[in-house]
């Protein structure tokens, strides 16, 4: 599959509909302009690729809204080299734009299935996470701690409390919490024991599941 010069013009597009929706920062534009959408998506869903929608993937997933992307992405504040773990890694959509930041990313998936296509399919592309894990996202990833940003790109019913013991003094964590909607919510840690937390609107995830298969 290529990148044309019709899929870089429906991604100008696609950044400027993200612009008009409240998307200031211009790293996260650029890099979700550089990020060649419809290869991660399966071919049925071409047509469908630059526009601001979640779509099907496999496993019963999505690839979320490039709009929730940018959203939950420009909450992280990342700067390069800053240290990532990202909790779903999904389609592999997200931590992209994550590795075009900058970051050195860390990622977990709890779908084998979808584990092991991304764990391929991404660099292949050019994407390099410093760790692509099967695993559960609910326990993060304690021997790689601490984290600059966590990012967890399902909905959680509750905030699992390792991630925020994971998190670096300064680190954010940004969560989309609840059942049937959730609220984008971010936690920045002040100290030990002392967190921040800021809520954001609701927005519409998959589940975050429990446990390994």
């Known amino acids: 599959m290529k990148d044309t010069f019709k899929h870089k013009g429906l991604r100008q597009q696609l950044v400027e509909i993200i612009k008009s929706k409240g998307i200031k920062d211009e790293k996260v534009l650029e890099a979700i302009g550089n990020i060649p959408r419809h290869m991660f998506m399966d071919s049925g869903f071409l047509d469908h690729a630059y526009q601001d929608k ?4 496999a496993a019963d997933q999505t690839i979320s809204q490039p709009y929730t992307v940018a959203f939950q992405t ?3 504040q990342v700067k390069p080299g800053d240290k990532i ?3 779903g890694t999904g389609s592999g959509y997200q931590t992209a734009v994550l590795c075009e930041l900058g970051a050195v990313v860390y990622s977990i998936e709890r779908q084998r299935e979808l584990y092991k296509k991304t764990s391929k399919f991404l660099p292949k592309l050019g994407y390099i996470a410093k760790k692509l894990i099967f695993g559960d996202g609910y326990i993060g990833l304690k021997e790689e701690a601490p984290f600059k940003g966590i990012i967890v790109t399902a909905g959680a019913p509750f905030v699992p409390k390792p991630l925020l013991s994971q998190l670096a003094i300064g680190g954010r964590l940004v969560i989309p919490v609840g059942d049937e909607v959730q609220t984008m919510t971010l936690f920045i840690r002040n100290g030990a024991k002392e967190f921040e937390k800021h809520e954001f609107g609701e927005f519409r ?3 975050l599941l429990e446990d390994k298969n």
């Open 74 to 76: 420009e909450l992280l």
């Open 205 to 207: 995830f998959v589940p």
């Open 54 to 57: 979640a779509f099907p993937i």
């Open 85 to 87: 773990l990202e909790i």
